[in-house]
């Protein structure tokens, strides 16, 4: 049978690939999954990129973690995306508790950017230069960075990112962007803004944190409104949670829900890949997080296929 990544590119898209860590990495049996280059030519660091581990004390960078995962995918000949420059998740301490003035942190942004941005120079596909920035209703999120500089923080990381890599394509990413609505219409406005002032943006990246049987709506319109603003999309950390107990029935509609949302970025142009948010069950980010749900991912915790896995090449092939 096709593995996934053979289906996206046949398709025509870039890559189909997988969110990992580094402590998955001495687990023989998950990585022989994940350097297959059939399934996955695509890899995303899920933690080690973030600030709170590349910059843990002001212009002190440790990028072992995040080496290791880019070794890992060079060895198989997989594309690496960058996770994340800056977000108000998992931010080193020293920043949040700082209590630096506008252009203090406007150069700790931008000394942070460019270093780790550099440091995997010609290496990354492409980077999330920023995660997260929008409320809900589409105004933008509370944040250290918001309250001291101001909305242009935003353009201070995205000029910085590409000074570091040029060859690098740069995104802004977000969860519940994936449909229609106030949040993506936030996302419309700001990257319409930032290309008219020639800011350096390239892609959006919709997290596609997802729930069966209760899909938004008008994702392919949604795709189609952002690419229509002149920058490339991807789905950049999909999974599709249920609540437990498993039935078959759930892992069907999984099934169908897994085709219709890897059908949407099929159909648009500029929908340029897949990444789903590690590939097992086994160590999905989501039980940890929404207590009585999970079973998100096309391998169950076993490493065993599940029906999901056929919606994911079946929303690549049409059939
Ligand atoms: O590394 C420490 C370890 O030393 C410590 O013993 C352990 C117990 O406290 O925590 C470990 O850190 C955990 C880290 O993952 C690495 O495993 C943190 O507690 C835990 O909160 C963190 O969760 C990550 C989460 O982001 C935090 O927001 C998940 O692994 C990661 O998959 C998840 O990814 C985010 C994306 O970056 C952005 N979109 C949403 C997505 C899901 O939250």
């Known amino acids: ?10 398709a025509g898209k870039l890559y189909f690939g997988s969110a990992t860590d580094n402590y998955h990495l001495t687990d023989g049996p998950y990585i022989s999954i994940l350097s297959d280059q059939l399934q996955f030519n695509q890899i995303t660091p899920g933690n080690s990129m973030k600030w709170d581990a ?10 072992a973690g995040g080496d290791e995962i880019v070794a890992f995918a060079r060895k198989s000949n997989q594309l690496v995306r960058g996770h994340t420059c800056v977000w108000h998740s998992q931010l080193a301490p020293w920043v949040t508790q700082g209590n630096f003035d506008n252009s203090t942190l406007q150069q700790i942004v931008k000394d942070h950017t460019t270093a780790v941005v550099s440091h995997w120079k010609g290496q990354m ?7 997260e920035i929008f409320n809900e209703d589409g105004t933008f999120r509370q ?10 923080y935003v353009e201070v ?9 040029p060859s690098a394509k740069l995104y802004l990413n977000d969860y519940n962007i994936d449909g229609l609505g106030a949040k993506s219409t936030g996302v419309v406005n700001l990257v319409r803004s930032l290309k008219s002032s020639n800011v350096p943006i390239d892609g959006i990246g919709l997290q596609a944190h997802l729930i069966v ?30 609540t437990l107990p498993v ?8 099934r169908k829900d897994y085709a219709s949302v890897i059908g949407a970025c099929n159909a648009v142009k500029g929908c340029v890949g897949v990444t789903i948010w590690d590939f097992t069950d086994k ?30 090449i079946q929303g690549f092939t049409g059939q």
């Not at 596909?125 to 995660?131: L, M, P, Q, R, T």
């Not at 029935?249 to 999984?254: P, S, V």
């Open 247 to 254: 039935t078959p029935e759930k892992l069907e509609q999984q």
């Open 125 to 131: 596909y492409a980077w999330d230069v920023v995660n």
């Open 54 to 63: 590349t910059e843990p004390r002001r212009g002190v960078f440790n990028f």
């Open 143 to 152: 944040s250290v960075f918001l309250d001291t500089i101001g909305p242009s």
């Open 213 to 242: 049987g209760s899909l938004p709506p008008n994702i392919q319109e949604n795709l189609e409104q952002f690419t229509n603003l002149g920058v490339e999309v991807a789905i950049t950390e999909l999974d599709i949670r249920m």
């Open 157 to 165: 990381a995205f000029r910085a990112a590409r000074e570091a890599d």
């Open 1 to 10: 049978p096709v593995g996934l990544s053979q289906a996206a590119k046949a």
């Open 283 to 312: 160590y999905s980010w989501i039980p940890s997080v929404f207590a009585g749900e999970g079973v998100a991912l096309p391998w169950d915790e076993n490493l065993e296929r599940k029906p999901a896995y056929d919606g994911i």
